[in-house]
């Protein structure tokens, strides 16, 4: 049996000649493995009459990520799902599949949930997911049907009509009817909207899992806190403009250690002016503190103390709820854009 030999970017490899010493040859250098993305949007404009819904976006998302798209109502998130899916056209601008492909070519590798749920009501579950896993795909897939009824706890309404579900039901149906052609691409736009936990965990378990497997997923939230533990890289617009785009430690790394989180035992009524603290916001039973650029916590800390009994203290960076607020909440100010 032939031997195996090791190599590395740089050593000479050996061959077996079948006689004699192996034969030495060089090698080049190796080239390290580099993601092709699976979306690009390049300069893209789109503008509904006199309002600009997507202004000069670029961005690159790469295969295999979860990339979370967020932002206030109205700033772009879905029109920018729909330019990618070719529903709208960009005014100017490029939008690129995995490398070459136009949206308009490329259908058949997306799988679009939109934010306006639409299933056939007077279907039964199981036809009907039958029905588009049969229209998109073009093969059978009865069984991967029944495995995803099961999966999303839906396995005993699948003779049920449609419109006897709950909004909820109808959600995981419709989640369902988006991966059954098992697409490379998969663009969420509100995914988890209506879910109540147990169903929302469920949905949450088949993205990983479907990342897992090499899909790209693209998904619109207002939920901060699930953009922040479920996705790989985020999003941000704001009046049709970029203004956050990488992942949440970079994002974070933005703005430094600038938070404060504190419990008192007497919350917010027990505490006076602080030096160096721009906001208090009100947790409920725990505050908030915001500090100015260059205070120091350990001032913020005495002054607290002399006011009331502390029982938690921690400097940390701010949350993406709180940057969120800092660039679309109604104090959003230009001191607040300073870190971008």
């Known amino acids: 049996m032939p031997s195996i030999v090791a190599r590395s970017a740089g050593v000479r490899c050996a061959r077996r000649t079948g006689i004699g010493r192996p034969e030495a040859r060089p090698i080049g250098r190796l080239i390290p493995f580099q993601r092709m993305n699976a979306v690009e949007i390049l300069n893209v404009s789109r503008t509904f009459g006199t309002v600009t819904a997507v202004d000069d976006l670029s961005l690159a998302v790469p295969e295999g990520s979860i990339y979370g798209f967020i932002g206030p109502n109205g700033s772009g998130k879905t029109t920018t799902m729909r330019m990618i899916v070719n529903i709208f056209y960009p005014d ?3 939008i690129r599949i995995f490398g070459d ?5 490329s259908s058949d590798l997306i799988g679009y949930l939109p934010e306006e749920r639409g299933l056939y009501q007077k279907m039964t579950v199981q036809a009907v997911l039958e029905f588009y896993g049969k229209l998109r795909s073009g093969r059978n897939t009865k069984s991967e049907v029944a495995q995803w009824l099961e999966r999303l706890g839906l396995a005993s309404r699948a003779a049920d009509k449609v419109e006897t579900l709950s909004k909820g039901m109808s959600q995981k149906v419709q989640f369902i009817a988006t991966v059954i052609p098992e697409p490379k691409l998969l663009i969420l736009d509100e995914p ?9 965990e469920a949905i949450r378990d088949a993205i990983l899992e479907l990342r897992r497997r090499g899909v790209t997923v693209i998904l619109s939230t207002h939920d901060m806190a699930l953009a922040e533990s479920l996705c790989d890289s985020i999003f941000m617009i704001f009046r049709g403009k970029k203004v956050l785009d990488g992942t949440l430690a970079s994002i974070q790394d933005r703005y430094g250690d600038d938070t404060i989180r504190v419990t008192t035992a007497g919350g917010l009524a027990a505490m006076g002016e602080l030096p160096g603290v721009e906001q208090i916001r009100d947790l409920g039973q725990m505050q908030e503190l915001r500090l100015a650029r260059g205070a120091d ?15 938690s203290f921690t400097l940390t960076r701010p949350s993406l709820h709180d940057i969120f607020m800092r660039i679309a909440g109604p104090a959003a100010g230009e001191h607040n854009h300073a870190a971008l």
């Open 297 to 311: 916590p350990q001032q913020v800390l005495r002054a607290l103390v002399a006011q009331a009994c502390v029982t």
């Open 192 to 200: 988890f909207s209506g879910l109540d936990p147990v169903s929302a």
């Open 92 to 94: 100017r601008g490029e």
């Open 101 to 105: 492909g136009r949206p308009e070519s």
